[in-house]
T-cell receptor
Framework: AQRVTQPEKLLSVFKGAPVELKCNYS??????LFWYVQYSRQRLQLLLRHISRESIKGFTADLNKGETSFHLKKPFAQEEDSAMYYCALSTGNQFYFGTGTSLTVIP | SAVISQKPSRDICQRGTSLTIQCQVDSQVTMMFWYRQQPGQSLTLIATANQGSEATYESGFVIDKFPISRPNLTFSTLTVSNMSPEDSSIYLC?????????FGAGTRLSVL
């Protein structure tokens, strides 16, 4: 079965502190992993994908196949990062989303 | 990237009635998807709508309850039929382009 796990429902950090949102996946094939973000009153949108290997809004995520993880990291959190974050796995035919992590950055 | 227009953005409905949600995409797409997003839970795929064929429903969702139309490559509708309070949720239209999923703004449905 394909599955995406985000163990933290809620995460609070202070502004300027590092932040890591955890994501683990379970898939027997070659996965494509994504992070989606939903800011307050906005639509769900793509933040980054692992094959791009780029930094978006200061966020990076590295696919670790050994640990089957795709954690999202940012060295210095900003207030505008407060949002709901979803990790997603694509098998080509199907997308699977984690349950999401609500990030709050405390000023 | 695909731009998706979804309407209505929200509605409050009475038990036993039906609501049809519309989804318009600014480009032609083969596959359109309908998701449900309940508070505190992940996105749940309801069905995949392909143009020219019947929608494919996920386990737990049936056509009688959630009929879907896909008349062309840029448009789809989802109807929530015979609504009950348990149907209160956010319904999302989504399309896939280049293995990236794009989402509409969602329809927030409240059933009284």
């Amino acid at each position: 079965a394909q599955r995406v796990t985000q163990p933290e429902k809620l995460l609070s950090v202070f502004k300027g502190a590092p932040v890591e949102l955890k994501c683990n996946y379970s898939y027997s094939g070659s996965p494509e992993l994504f992070w989606y973000v939903q800011y307050s009153r906005q639509r769900l949108q793509l933040l980054l994908r692992h094959i791009s290997r780029e930094s978006i809004k200061g966020f990076t995520a590295d696919l670790n196949k050994g640990e089957t993880s795709f954690h999202l990291k940012k060295p210095f959190a900003q207030e505008e990062d407060s949002a709901m974050y979803y990790c997603a796995l694509s098998t080509g035919n199907q997308f699977y989303f984690g349950t999401g992590t609500s990030l709050t950055v405390i000023p | 990237s695909a731009v998706i227009s979804q309407k209505p953005s929200r509605d409050i409905c009475q038990r036993g009635t039906s609501l049809t949600i519309q989804c318009q995409v600014d480009s032609q797409v083969t596959m359109m998807f309908w998701y449900r997003q309940q508070p505190g839970q992940s996105l749940t795929l309801i069905a995949t709508a392909n143009q020219g064929s019947e929608a494919t429903y996920e386990s737990g969702f049936v056509i009688d309850k959630f009929p879907i139309s896909r008349p062309n490559l840029t448009f789809s509708t989802l109807t929530v039929s015979n609504m009950s309070p348990e149907d209160s949720s956010i319904y999302l239209c989504s399309v896939r382009q280049g293995n990236i999923q794009y989402f509409g703004a969602g329809t927030r449905l409240s059933v009284l």
